[in-house]
């Protein structure tokens, strides 16, 4: 019994971890980084050359500028190595505006990834590098994407996938390659009239971190009676207007939405008439699904319901009166006979 007992524990405290597992992949790590979304990105490639130091090859970056505000939480690179197997890491980092008398500008965000890391051969595929302290972009400002290594040609090492567009393109308007030879970084040029190159390269943004509240007027009513209930929502980037709020409930209580379970953002609010059908306590959740720019977000507002106000026929309070009346008469003829 004692032995069983023990397996019965253990099988428990197992579950109990297994649990709180699954709590944290899908509860807290989606909030941090599963609502990134692509935003800038520039795939071809039709060269490329090697990243590496002492004496210096060439270090690269590419400038871009951000389409989405929010946290950037990742910058994937087409990147390999060749007879790289003990080479130093690759460092990513972020930094504010583009190269200015060669120099970059100030730091935001750095990252790195060892050698294992990194796929052998040629660069054929997207590496991601992800920061655990994300820049915060923002909508139309241009930053760099910077890489580095410690590492030095022996004879080998990283590789890095760089696009020429040539006189054809495609062209990525937003941003242009650099190159850091030794004496600063410059501007890679290529061949055409764009004159320019870029590195292969995709950035995701987590996107605004909104919040959503709820107010209803009155905050109690009787059933049957009605509440005018708002959902505003802040802290969010770009227009929200027209946007669909999902409105629910739950609770001992309940109401009922004459207007459905939705309303449309008007600026950054929009509001529902709903009706008391059942005492109790309601509480009704309005939630914002989230876009390009802005992360989901839900707010809540605690309405309660009482009972219905007893409604008598006018009928009955007027016969009652009368009722009344004729008592009183009855009863003062009784006692005073002479004064009929």
Same mark, same amino acid.
Do not use: K, M
């Given at each position: 019994m004692v032995s069983l007992s023990r397996r019965l524990r253990g099988l428990a405290f197992s579950l109990l971890v297994l649990v709180l597992i699954s709590l944290a992949?899908?509860?807290?790590?989606?909030?941090?980084?599963?609502?990134?979304?692509?935003? @800038? @990105? @520039?795939?071809?490639n039709n060269g490329d050359d090697t990243i590496a130091t002492s004496p210096l090859e060439a270090f690269y970056a590419e400038t871009f500028t951000a389409g989405l505000g929010g946290p950037l939480t990742e910058a994937d690179l087409l990147i390999g190595k060749t007879g790289c197997s003990s080479c130093g890491q690759v460092v990513v980092e972020i930094h504010d505006g583009s190269p200015s008398g060669g120099v970059l500008g100030g730091l935001l965000a750095s990252t790195s990834l060892p050698t294992g890391s990194i796929p052998s051969g040629s660069p054929t595929t997207f590496v991601a590098?992800?920061?655990?302290?994300?820049?915060?972009? =923002?909508?139309?400002?241009?930053?760099?994407?910077?890489?580095?290594t410690s590492s030095a040609i022996s004879p080998n090492g990283y590789v890095i996938g760089l696009f020429d567009p040539g006189s054809l393109g495609p062209f990525y308007s937003g941003g242009q390659a650099y190159v850091n030879f030794g004496g600063g970084w410059g501007a890679l040029g290529g061949s055409g009239p764009c004159v320019c190159s870029y590195l292969a390269f995709k950035t995701f943004v987590q996107g605004a971190t909104t919040s959503m509240s709820v107010?209803?007027?009155?905050?109690?009513?009787?059933?049957?009676?009605?509440?005018?209930?708002?959902?505003?929502?802040?802290?969010?980037?770009?227009? =929200?207007?027209?946007?669909?709020?999902?409105?629910? @409930?739950?609770?001992?209580?309940?109401?009922?939405?004459?207007?459905?379970?939705?309303?449309?953002?008007?600026?950054?609010?929009?509001?529902?008439? =709903?009706?008391g059908a059942t005492a109790g306590g309601v509480t009704l959740q309005a939630s914002y699904p989230g876009d390009p720019y802005n992360i989901p977000s839900s707010g809540t507002f605690n309405l309660t319901v009482t009972p219905p106000i007893p409604e008598y026929p006018y009928g009955l309070l007027v016969l009652a009166m009368l009722m009344l009346l004729t008592y009183t008469v009855i009863k003062r003829t009784i006692k005073n006979p002479k004064k009929i």
């Open positions: 992949a899908g509860c807290i790590l989606p909030s941090v980084f599963a609502t990134s979304r692509l935003d @800038q @990105q @520039q795939v071809n590098f992800t920061f655990s302290t994300p820049a915060t972009v =923002v909508v139309g400002h241009v930053y760099t994407i910077a890489v580095t107010s209803c007027i009155p905050s109690t009513v009787s059933a049957g009676g009605s509440a005018t209930c708002t959902a505003t929502l802040s802290g969010f980037t770009g227009s =929200v207007g027209g946007e669909t709020i999902t409105w629910s @409930q739950t609770g001992t209580g309940s109401i009922t939405f004459p207007s459905g379970y939705t309303c449309n953002l008007s600026g950054a609010s929009c509001s529902v008439t =709903v009706t």
